[in-house]
């Protein structure tokens, strides 16, 4: 995999062992459908995701309202000034999310999806061949996240779930919290963590 742009310069958390195999995994469902993508910031996991769909003639659309979780808010551990439009008073990253996609080439291939998680679900139709859940962090947000797209994932589709930390004092809980409830449904296989990175496969 070469990457079509220097991926440290993008502003995100995703380590580069979780890109490859988010990357991997894209590749591997073309067949199946789309992928789509929930919680894009700036584009780092975008372009892991968006490269494969290009490659294998498929297409991502990448789920984010790009005005930030709670703790991208001025005053919270991981807010970033160079993000924040201080004429409308609020974190906007989809600028440089747009700026990520024509950097890397990615414009036809990336659907971007402006909008909260739950509103962009709401009328949705088309069946999936991956959902990676990387949006906010509340359990309120990430089951919103898990119950608005698990049900559009088909068959031998992958779920992602990126941030899980078993520990709540090491941040990430409720996505960890999904990730056990998708196990526990009964509808997925475990395809193993990367990093943070959970892996599961549609029965």
């Known amino acids: 995999m070469e990457l079509p742009l220097d991926i440290d310069q993008i502003k995100g958390f995703l380590a580069a062992e979780e ?3 988010l990357y991997t995994r894209a590749r591997s469902i073309a067949a ?6 929930i919680g894009s910031y700036c584009g780092k996991s975008t372009v892991y995701l968006g490269l494969a769909c290009q490659q294998s003639n498929n297409t991502l659309y990448a789920v984010d309202h790009h005005v930030g979780s709670e703790e991208h808010q001025p005053g919270e551990m991981f807010h970033d000034p160079d993000l924040f439009d201080p004429g409308a008073q609020k974190m906007d990253s989809f600028t440089t999310f747009r700026d990520t ?9 990336v659907v971007p999806v402006v909008a909260p998680s739950a ?25 919103t996240d898990y119950r608005s797209w698990v049900g559009h994932l088909r068959q031998h589709g992958i779920l992602a779930i990126h941030d899980l930390f078993p520990n709540p ?13 998708a196990i526990a449904s009964g509808l997925f296989d475990q395809l193993g963590q990367v990093g943070t ?6 029965l």
Request: glycine residues 16%.
């Open 19 to 21: 890109g490859a195999a």
């Open 32 to 37: 199946i459908g789309p992928a789509l993508e």
């Open 101 to 109: 996609l024509r950097r890397a080439g990615l414009e036809q291939s």
């Open 119 to 143: 509103l962009a679900a709401r009328h949705w139709n088309t069946g999936l061949g991956m959902i990676f859940i990387d949006g906010g962090h509340s359990l309120e947000a990430a089951l």
């Open 169 to 181: 004092a090491d941040g990430g809980h409720a996505p960890y919290t999904i990730y056990k409830l």
């Open 197 to 202: 990175l959970g892996l599961l496969r549609r």
